[in-house]
Protein backbone atom coordinates (compact mmCIF):
# COMPACT_ATOMS: atom_id res chain seq x y z
CA UNK A 1 0.00 0.00 0.00
CA UNK A 2 1.10 3.54 -0.94
CA UNK A 3 0.70 6.74 1.47
CA UNK A 4 0.54 9.95 0.70
CA UNK A 5 3.33 12.01 0.80
CA UNK A 6 1.69 15.49 0.72
CA UNK A 7 -1.16 14.63 2.78
CA UNK A 8 2.16 13.33 5.39
CA UNK A 9 3.68 16.36 5.25
CA UNK A 10 1.56 18.81 4.81
CA UNK A 11 -1.78 17.58 6.75
CA UNK A 12 0.66 15.54 8.93
CA UNK A 13 -1.73 12.54 8.33
CA UNK A 14 -0.98 8.82 6.86
CA UNK A 15 -3.20 8.27 4.42
CA UNK A 16 -3.54 5.90 1.87
CA UNK A 17 -3.11 7.00 -1.65
CA UNK A 18 -6.52 5.73 -3.92
CA UNK A 19 -7.96 6.77 -7.35
CA UNK A 20 -9.72 9.97 -7.34
CA UNK A 21 -12.19 12.05 -10.06
CA UNK A 22 -12.49 15.75 -10.75
CA UNK A 23 -13.55 17.63 -13.60
CA UNK A 24 -9.86 17.40 -14.95
CA UNK A 25 -10.10 13.67 -14.47
CA UNK A 26 -8.67 10.97 -12.46
CA UNK A 27 -5.70 11.33 -10.62
CA UNK A 28 -4.30 10.02 -7.35
CA UNK A 29 -4.58 11.19 -3.90
CA UNK A 30 -5.59 10.88 -0.45
CA UNK A 31 -9.16 11.72 1.25
CA UNK A 32 -11.24 11.80 4.99
CA UNK A 33 -14.13 11.28 5.72
CA UNK A 34 -15.21 11.20 2.37
CA UNK A 35 -13.26 14.75 1.36
CA UNK A 36 -10.41 15.13 -0.65
CA UNK A 37 -7.56 15.73 1.42
CA UNK A 38 -4.29 16.00 -1.32
CA UNK A 39 -3.67 15.82 -4.51
CA UNK A 40 -0.70 13.54 -5.07
CA UNK A 41 0.19 12.38 -8.80
CA UNK A 42 1.02 15.40 -11.27
CA UNK A 43 -0.70 13.64 -14.00
CA UNK A 44 -4.58 13.55 -14.89
CA UNK A 45 -5.94 10.36 -16.61
CA UNK A 46 -8.86 10.33 -18.81
CA UNK A 47 -10.25 7.02 -17.67
CA UNK A 48 -10.08 5.28 -13.98
CA UNK A 49 -8.55 2.00 -15.41
CA UNK A 50 -5.63 4.00 -16.80
CA UNK A 51 -5.29 5.68 -13.05
CA UNK A 52 -5.42 2.33 -11.18
CA UNK A 53 -2.71 0.48 -13.19
CA UNK A 54 -0.43 3.82 -13.02
CA UNK A 55 -1.12 3.43 -9.20
CA UNK A 56 -0.92 -0.38 -9.45
CA UNK A 57 2.57 -0.56 -11.62
CA UNK A 58 4.04 3.31 -10.24
CA UNK A 59 3.95 4.72 -13.31
CA UNK A 60 3.12 8.18 -12.05
CA UNK A 61 4.60 11.10 -10.55
CA UNK A 62 4.70 12.98 -7.17
CA UNK A 63 3.63 16.41 -6.35
CA UNK A 64 6.50 17.85 -4.59
CA UNK A 65 4.35 20.95 -3.54
CA UNK A 66 1.09 21.35 -1.09
Known amino acids: MQYG ?15 MRSRAGFYLGTS ?5 LSRESVEYWPTQGEAEDALRNGYWSQLTYC
Do not use: S, W
Not at 32 to 36: I, Q
Open 5 to 19: ELALACCGKKIPIEV
Open 32 to 36: ENAEP
